[in-house]
């Protein structure tokens, strides 16, 4: 999706995204995995029971060029060796929709699609769940984007490993190839409700130790061939085609791009008007949070106060969230509030925290600002 099309209302949400990070501005160990769309790929073993496959769901965060010119793997339960049998796969459509395909024990295939804009060059969450009752949900950034019954049931014997960045397919071995970043790639042997999508969405996976995970791979390793699952389902992997660096390796990136600080400006403050509160130098896609004071700046050198988890806004308590919008391809964001008729003539102190996708990886705060009602 493009950030300013959605009309996603992210007001009951806006603490917990913007503010539950790691401390510090920004945290340690932001990496995910780029893989060149030719060779690249990562593996997890077979180990028996201990993928899913009736009741299942799948996320990850990807981030793609544009446009992405061919079938492209994110996440793939492959064709067994022997049976030709395969399980699932999430995958990206050229164009840019958002595929999930299943296949059964009878070697039937079934190809779900939603509609997206994941090549659009910025971060975007997707997920399924299904059922035993064969519903599938499908979401992009957070949102249902499509919802099918009847579906194919994948196959619970393949013997395949699992593969991330590419599809494994009997007989051509690895092909469709992702170009582009994975991150934060989880599988559930449960349905997720969509709340519980959701919150994954915009907060990440804060319990990685519940029986029902079987596998969250978080990629901060930052070097090296392997990659540890965070789940207690103990489902490592390593990358490429083996445990020495070879061309089929993907490569690690540090997703922390932290840049010049984004800026705060704000229309006059004037009874009865409309105002807008413009962040600019964010990422595309980030989450922007809003804030306001009528009680001044926060002296310096003093107690950090008010402190929002381990952010501290230059700004004294109380303070109020007035609201969290996304940053456009542009990187701007902008809120808009209403001045009541009969306000006060006082000072309003406003500031906003910027926090870049996948969750916590990155939050930067702007210059606050002082205005006067007219």
């Given at each position: 999706?493009?950030?300013?099309?959605?009309?996603?209302?992210?007001?009951?949400?806006?603490?917990?995204?913007?503010?539950?990070?790691?401390?510090?501005?920004?945290?340690?160990?932001?990496?995910?995995?780029?893989?060149?769309?030719?060779?690249?790929?990562?593996?997890?073993?077979?180990?028996?029971?201990?993928?899913?496959?009736?009741?299942?769901?799948?996320?990850?965060?990807?981030?793609?060029?544009?446009?992405?010119?061919?079938?492209?793997?994110?996440?793939?339960?492959?064709?067994?060796?022997?049976?030709?049998?395969?399980?699932?796969?999430?995958?990206?459509?050229?164009g840019g929709n958002l595929q999930v395909a299943f296949e059964d024990c009878s070697d039937n295939d079934g190809f779900y699609e939603v509609a997206a804009d994941l090549d659009d060059g910025q971060w975007h969450h997707v997920a399924a769940t299904r059922e035993r009752g064969r519903l599938l949900k499908v979401y992009v950034d957070g949102e249902l984007a499509g919802t099918f019954t009847g579906t194919i049931s994948p196959c619970s014997l393949t013997r395949q490993k699992i593969t991330i960045g590419a599809e494994y397919a009997r007989p051509g071995g690895v092909i469709n190839y992702f170009d582009g970043q994975i991150d934060e790639v989880s599988m559930w042997k449960v349905e997720l409700t969509e709340a519980e999508v959701q919150s994954i969405y915009s907060q990440g996976i804060e319990d990685s130790l519940v029986p029902d995970l079987l596998g969250f791979w978080d990629f901060d390793e930052g070097t090296g061939q392997s990659v540890f699952d965070q789940s207690i389902a103990g489902n490592h992997g390593i990358l490429g085609s083996s445990t020495e660096p070879d061309v089929s390796d993907p490569t690690w990136i540090d997703t922390e791009e932290t840049g010049s600080p984004p800026t705060l400006d704000q229309d006059p403050l004037v009874h009865g008007q409309l105002a807008h509160l413009i962040v600019s130098g964010a990422h595309p896609n980030d989450f922007v949070a809003f804030f306001v004071s009528f009680t001044g700046q926060s002296h310096n050198g003093g107690p950090c106060f008010p402190r929002l988890e381990d952010i501290c806004l230059d700004l004294l308590s109380p303070v109020t969230h007035l609201g969290t919008v996304r940053a456009s391809s542009a990187g701007t964001a902008i809120h808009t509030v209403s001045i009541p008729a009969g306000a006060p003539l006082i000072p309003v102190f406003t500031q906003a925290i910027v926090v870049q996708p996948p969750y916590a990886t990155c939050s930067r705060k702007t210059n606050w600002v002082e205005s006067l009602i007219e």
């Amino acid at each position: 999706m493009k950030p300013v099309s959605r009309r996603t209302s992210f007001a009951g949400l806006a603490l917990a995204i913007a503010l539950a990070l790691t401390p510090a501005l920004c945290a340690d160990g932001g990496f995910a995995l780029d893989f060149d769309g030719v060779n690249d790929y990562l593996q997890i073993p077979y180990r028996e029971g201990a993928f899913p496959d009736g009741d299942l769901t799948l996320t990850a965060w990807v981030r793609m060029p544009d446009p992405a010119a061919r079938r492209a793997c994110i996440f793939n339960r492959g064709e067994d060796d022997s049976s030709d049998w395969g399980s699932w796969r999430l995958e990206v459509l050229p164009g840019g929709n958002l595929q999930v395909a299943f296949e059964d024990c009878s070697d039937n295939d079934g190809f779900y699609e939603v509609a997206a804009d994941l090549d659009d060059g910025q971060w975007h969450h997707v997920a399924a769940t299904r059922e035993r009752g064969r519903l599938l949900k499908v979401y992009v950034d957070g949102e249902l984007a499509g919802t099918f019954t009847g579906t194919i049931s994948p196959c619970s014997l393949t013997r395949q490993k699992i593969t991330i960045g590419a599809e494994y397919a009997r007989p051509g071995g690895v092909i469709n190839y992702f170009d582009g970043q994975i991150d934060e790639v989880s599988m559930w042997k449960v349905e997720l409700t969509e709340a519980e999508v959701q919150s994954i969405y915009s907060q990440g996976i804060e319990d990685s130790l519940v029986p029902d995970l079987l596998g969250f791979w978080d990629f901060d390793e930052g070097t090296g061939q392997s990659v540890f699952d965070q789940s207690i389902a103990g489902n490592h992997g390593i990358l490429g085609s083996s445990t020495e660096p070879d061309v089929s390796d993907p490569t690690w990136i540090d997703t922390e791009e932290t840049g010049s600080p984004p800026t705060l400006d704000q229309d006059p403050l004037v009874h009865g008007q409309l105002a807008h509160l413009i962040v600019s130098g964010a990422h595309p896609n980030d989450f922007v949070a809003f804030f306001v004071s009528f009680t001044g700046q926060s002296h310096n050198g003093g107690p950090c106060f008010p402190r929002l988890e381990d952010i501290c806004l230059d700004l004294l308590s109380p303070v109020t969230h007035l609201g969290t919008v996304r940053a456009s391809s542009a990187g701007t964001a902008i809120h808009t509030v209403s001045i009541p008729a009969g306000a006060p003539l006082i000072p309003v102190f406003t500031q906003a925290i910027v926090v870049q996708p996948p969750y916590a990886t990155c939050s930067r705060k702007t210059n606050w600002v002082e205005s006067l009602i007219e």
